[in-house]
């Protein structure tokens, strides 16, 4: 079998690799050229796999017909970019957090949401998938999708991963912020390493109906049948309550970051760890986007923590999406990027200061072919992706198939644009 793919537009922002004026880039002839837990510190990431086991913060894990782990994505654990400050993704964790600590308080008069933003990024795969109810057959699971260290462990796909261990310490409402990994295609929106924040609370009943009038007689639970609006556990005003809270924490949230007279809408979705789920958009200058996901908590999962006698409900959202649409950032590797003239753009007096992201480079992409056979039946596009972002690194932008077709004389096609944020680009042979 044979593909036709296409790079896309490349970019290099990294100032201590920063190419020359003038960049030979090899490749194949083409006629187109155109904050409660420490955080884990990036001089203590990762090192290579090496022999049988993976190094990583201080432990080594022993490799197995899972590990498929790449050392450019182990060069990335323990970056923490979430947690640098005056870097987008830490301004966007910032305003959340200042948001939930002024609007939400205990008894006490102190913030009622505890936040974690330094939680170790390896988690078991029992954290990850089983204690989220996610089905052994289900396709988020599979290899070609996930980085493993080994069958046990992995680097933790979504910030869900913690939800179980949160609950079961007793807590009742937090907020879970880290980077997460996941093999995706090569694009300006997805990178292999994105950050994430998970948002958890849970009602007593007491604390969900004593707002409510003639509420005494209300209950949380009853036996009954699951339908597209409940779970067969949870009484209807249970749930309507519930998700009424969560759309009002959401909607605030998302007005005070974007500003007032912000659009909202929720759209019906499916995940295994909520029910009823939404998807929350957004209408901003003029075009609705999707900014997280959330719903209320399958009981189930609340009830293996410790917590039965607790309703709640959970959402997250990623860092780089708001960011890149309230800072107008176009292409997600710029979040990686240790150019100067990128992270002074969002230096100020305060976290919500205004910022519009300006250019670095106006050059030109550059393209190139290349041609290839297949390996063999256990091709996986994102086995293919890793490789590119482990030769490649951030110079590539984009990779898109442009054709698909199988023939015993032809190989595998793909085309590459290269370009650089801040030199011209020219093409060269050694």
Known sequence: MA?????????????????????????IPTHSR??????????????APCSNTVELLGKSYPQDDYTNVT???????????????HHPL?????????????????????????????????????????SLLIPQNHASRRKEDNYYLNRDHMLRA?????????????????????DVYRRDTIDSTHYPVFHQMEG????????????????????????????????????????????????????????HIFGDGLQVRWVDCYFPFTHPSFEMEINFQGEWMEVLGCGVMEQQLVNSAGAQDKIGWAFGLGLERLAMI?????????????????????????????????????YPPLINDISFWLPSETYSQNDFYD???TIGGDLIEKVVLLDEFAHPNFPLVLKFWYSDDTNALCSGFD
Request: glycine share 6%; net charge positive.
């Open 34 to 47: 155109h904050s409660s837990s420490k955080s884990v510190p990036s001089d203590f990431g990762a090192s």
């Open 326 to 362: 309230l800072y107008d950032i176009p292409d997600i590797r710029l979040f990686w990027s240790e150019d100067e003239r990128f992270l002074k753009q969002f230096i100020g007096p305060h976290i919500w200061q205004k910022v519009k992201f300006q250019p670095l480079s106006r």
């Open 90 to 130: 830490w301004l966007i964790k910032e305003q959340v957090k200042e948001h939930f600590y002024k609007h939400y308080l205990g008894r006490r008069g102190t913030p009622l949401f505890s936040v974690y933003d330094g939680l170790s990024p390896v988690v078991t795969v029992q954290q990850n998938f089983d």
């Open 387 to 389: 490789l590119v972002r």
């Open 71 to 85: 050392e450019k994505i182990l060069s990335k654990v323990g970056k923490n970019l979430h947690n640098r400050k």
């Open 200 to 255: 958890v609370r849970l009602f007593s009943c007491h604390e969900l109906f004593s707002s409510i009038k003639d509420g005494e007689g209300l209950q949380l639970f009853e036996q009954g049948h699951r339908t597209a609006h409940k779970q067969e556990c949870h009484t209807m005003e249970a749930v309507r309550l519930v998700e009424f809270n969560l759309k009002q924490v959401l909607t605030k949230l998302m007005t």
């Open 158 to 178: 979504h910030t869900s991963a913690h939800q179980w261990d949160l609950i079961h310490s007793g807590l009742d409402a937090f907020l879970a912020v880290g």
């Open 3 to 27: 593909m036709l793919w296409k790079f896309m537009r490349v970019a290099k922002y990294s100032k201590t690799t920063a190419l020359s004026s003038k960049v030979k880039v090899r490749g």
